[in-house]
């Protein structure tokens, strides 16, 4: 038989009209590379819309403001405080309507200013995430400018980056030292006598002879907040995990200081490791075993609502100093208002914020007495230092503070924040190395070298190079 | 006798012309396809978009603004050399061991009982075993961070009853997963029994009938008769909380936030935190090296399966 093969011939593609495998590989190949090239950000090089506009300053409106503008806020009590506000700033701007919004921030502000779409005009944001948006976020040197000399430096100093100043500075959350009056005056302590951390050294021992087996200093068993709480040290000898040009600054003596000092407390048994108000903190807070609370203003919130048992008992003073005469306070988280650069009416949001902020009427019904916080919302003190006066309290003394007068303690430990640097994008990823070594340090397996050691290049190598 | 007239045939219809043949024809063959359209757009809008999206931005350093510059396998290079990477899936595989056999074994037992005609109130029992796994997981994991509270909690407070020492259940590196474990096998067991019922009650009772005849104890039936009969139903269960427990997301975040020491840092977890930290070339990158391990795991079964067959 010639000329006929025993396997059947492949039939000729070209013959049939029909693609080979190879082809239909080919295809699809270019097809996926095709789609890839037209899915996803732009990429330099690209000419797509993904990159945000250059960064602008915000002038604000001339004239007969009006229109409507769109304004986050976390849903709470908060909310419920600046939505309260709203009519005491219409009677300023009748022609201005807030569409005043309860958001989950932290999960829908990233998506919303990639995309773009309804962006709102200004939005209440941690001071920690600031930088990370600033992209997208007004320049608002220009308008804060007449303000500017008034505001705390370290909230000025939180939101500026590459010479701009993203964010509108709300609360100054100045770091306060709690105690249990009734407890340590049992116990013989003379608070009054604490002027330095190792004072507070000396004291946590007196109380620990007074009472065995307590921990009266508190440690923070949350890495976050363990690590906030470092930087509110840290804070107060000035410095910061990252400096101005955004380098790290954890190798210094002044973490090692502070680390030592946390290593002491742990070694010594002298603190009760747990998380910010658990039912653990909680139940070691309201038995007297815990007694010292370094801690934000916040804080204050424990006694009012968490600590039935001891209500009454606790009392707010000023940090010590990590050396005689150093500052008395260091800040602890806080907030201020930002302006995405896609909002419709930015410049409207910048005169609410402004009233809210600046104008006596404004800052009166944010932290005054309304009626959501009938004696005034006391878990902050406004960065604004004309509203943060001390002889002009906003809010009452405290029954949970045994009446003392907190406005004071706290305005007076605001002005000896020293100023601080921007807080990198980073900061929160820093985390999962600087926090949790501190972790492991409270718990005994690292020394304070060793935390500075390890942290550092991990956070160098993992969050900044890569930033 | 009448004859019925013979029916004529018909006249064949004359054949439609050639321009109406093929527009029938081109009907015929588009129908399908005008049918699973909507499904199509959906899926290249809501899957297929996203993919492709998430692909291009894992060989990107693009953090959620600016222009992202193109770093080639940078995101994955830099994951697979991470220690926090294969830290989350050396968590996940963890996980994987605690959760995946207990329970396999647990709802088949439970399956079993429940399966049985002879048992009172089967009706209650189902819906009690479904209840964990309906309740919003958020109000669970804070029932869970109270009971298992190192100070304060029910657990501890009854070991104390009988002499034993606090163990730090969430707190500790060696108690946080077998804690975390547990929380997902109560929330979940009860879906893998309603799956595994659905198998048994296909199972033909002659067998079983035969099985006794034969002199087949409870053990033996359920050893030589039901796990081989429902093996694939068992093979399904067991691919589902594989992948349930490599995505494993929200029993870490509410419980322990991914600590002590991101000891409960999943796979999903560790995602989470990338894309949470406008990190999200490196979380798209991750995202895709999750899903090969995934799929990796689920061939592995499919095969095992396969080889039992």
Redesign the interface.
């Known amino acids: 038989m010639t000329g006929m093969s025993a396997v059947p011939a492949r039939p000729d593609s070209s013959a049939t009209g029909r693609l080979s495998r190879r082809q239909m590989n080919g295809l699809l190949v270019a097809a996926l590379a095709g789609a890839l090239a037209a899915c996803g950000p732009s990429i330099n090089g690209d000419s797509g819309s993904g990159g945000a506009a250059k960064t602008d300053l915000l002038k604000a409106p001339t004239g007969d403001p009006s229109g409507e503008i769109v304004i986050w806020d976390r849903s709470g009590d908060l909310f419920k405080v600046f939505k309260a506000a709203i009519p005491a700033f219409n009677q300023k701007y009748p022609n201005i309507k807030v569409r005043h919004e309860a958001v989950d921030i932290d999960a829908k502000l990233q998506n919303t200013l990639i995309t773009g779409t309804d962006v709102p005009d200004g939005v209440f944001l941690d001071d920690a995430k600031v930088g990370g948006f600033s992209e997208y976020l007004w320049d608002l040197k220009d308008v804060l400018k007449p303000y500017l000399p008034d505001i705390a430096p370290q909230k000025v100093a939180v939101s500026s980056l590459g010479g701009g100043i993203y964010g509108v500075p709300y609360d100054l959350d100045p770091g306060l030292l709690f105690y249990n009056e009734k407890a340590l005056k049992a116990a013989g302590v003379d608070v009054e006598a604490i002027e330095t951390y190792d004072d507070l050294l000396a004291a946590a021992r007196k109380y620990q002879e007074y009472r065995p087996g307590s921990g009266p200093i508190h440690l923070e068993q949350s890495a976050f907040l363990g690590q906030l709480q470092l930087e509110m040290f840290a804070g107060q000898l000035g410095t910061a995990l990252a400096g101005g040009d955004g380098q790290l600054q954890l190798d210094s003596p002044a973490y090692t200081k502070i680390l030592t000092w946390l290593d002491t407390v742990s070694k010594e048994k002298l603190g009760t490791r747990a998380e910010y108000l658990t039912p653990g903190d909680v139940g070691a807070l309201e038995s007297g075993d815990q007694v010292f609370y370094p801690w934000a203003i916040w804080f204050s919130y424990a006694p009012q609502q968490q600590l039935p048992k001891t209500s009454g008992d606790w009392r707010a003073m000023p940090l010590p100093a990590w050396e005689p005469g150093g500052a008395r306070s260091g800040a602890m988280g806080g907030s201020s208002f930002v302006l995405p650069k896609a909002g419709a009416n930015s410049g409207l949001a910048w005169l609410f914020y402004e009233f809210l902020m600046f104008d006596e009427a404004g800052y009166e019904a944010v932290w005054g007495p309304n009626d959501v916080y009938p004696q005034g919302l006391n878990t902050s003190i406004p960065s604004y230092r004309p509203a943060a006066n001390p002889d002009k309290p906003l809010f009452k003394p405290l029954e949970a503070l045994g009446g003392q007068d907190l406005w004071a303690t706290a305005t007076a430990a605001g002005l000896q924040i020293p100023a601080g640097a921007a807080i990198p994008a980073w900061w929160s990823g820093a985390v999962d190395y600087l926090g949790n070594d501190l972790q492991r340090m409270l718990d005994g397996d690292l020394t304070p070298a060793q935390v500075i050691d390890q942290a550092g290049p991990d956070i160098q190598k993992n969050l900044i190079d890569r930033s | 006798m009448t004859l019925a007239p013979a029916t004529r045939a018909a006249p064949a219809p004359a054949p439609p012309p050639p321009k109406a043949r093929r527009a029938a024809h081109l009907r015929r063959r588009l129908a399908p396809y005008v049918f699973v359209a909507p499904f199509i757009a959906l899926f290249a809008a809501f899957s ?2 996203p993919m ?6 894992s060989f ?11 770093v080639g396998w940078g995101n994955y290079t ?1 994951l697979l050399g ?1 220690e ?1 990477f294969w830290s989350s899936l050396g968590n996940s595989a963890m996980l994987w061991l605690l959760v995946v056999p207990v329970q396999m074994v647990l709802a088949l037992l439970i399956a079993v009982c429940l399966n049985n005609a002879k048992l009172r109130l089967r009706g209650v029992y189902r819906v009690s075993y479904l209840v964990p796994f309906v309740t919003p997981l958020v109000a669970v994991a804070q029932i869970w ?2 009971l298992f ?5 029910a657990v501890n407070q009854i070991l104390s009853v009988v002499g034993l020492p606090d163990v730090g259940w969430l ?1 500790t590196t060696t108690w946080a997963k077998p804690t975390l474990a547990l929380l997902f096998i109560w929330k979940t067991t009860g879906f893998i029994v309603v799956i595994l019922l659905s198998g048994l009650q296909s199972l033909d009772e002659t067998l079983y009938e035969a099985a006794e005849i034969d002199g087949a104890g409870t053990l033996r039936k359920l050893w030589s008769l039901t796990v081989p009969l429902i093996r694939r139903t068992l093979a399904f269960a067991g691919v589902m909380q594989t992948l349930a427990v490599f995505q494993m997301f929200a029993e870490p975040f509410v419980v322990t ?1 991914g ?4 000891s409960t840092t999943t796979a999903g977890f560790l995602l989470y ?1 990338h894309i ?4 999200l070339g ?1 979380g798209a990158a991750n995202s895709f090296l999750l899903v090969v391990v995934v799929m990796l795991l689920s061939l592995l079964f499919v095969r095992l399966l396969r080889s039992e067959d």
């Open positions: 297929i978009y492709l999206f998430t692909l291009r931005l990107t350093d693009w953090r959620g603004s600016g222009t992202a510059q193109w830099y991470s926090a961070v109270v509270d190192q100070d304060y909690g707190t936030q600590g002590p020491y991101n935190k949470n930290q406008a990190d490196t």
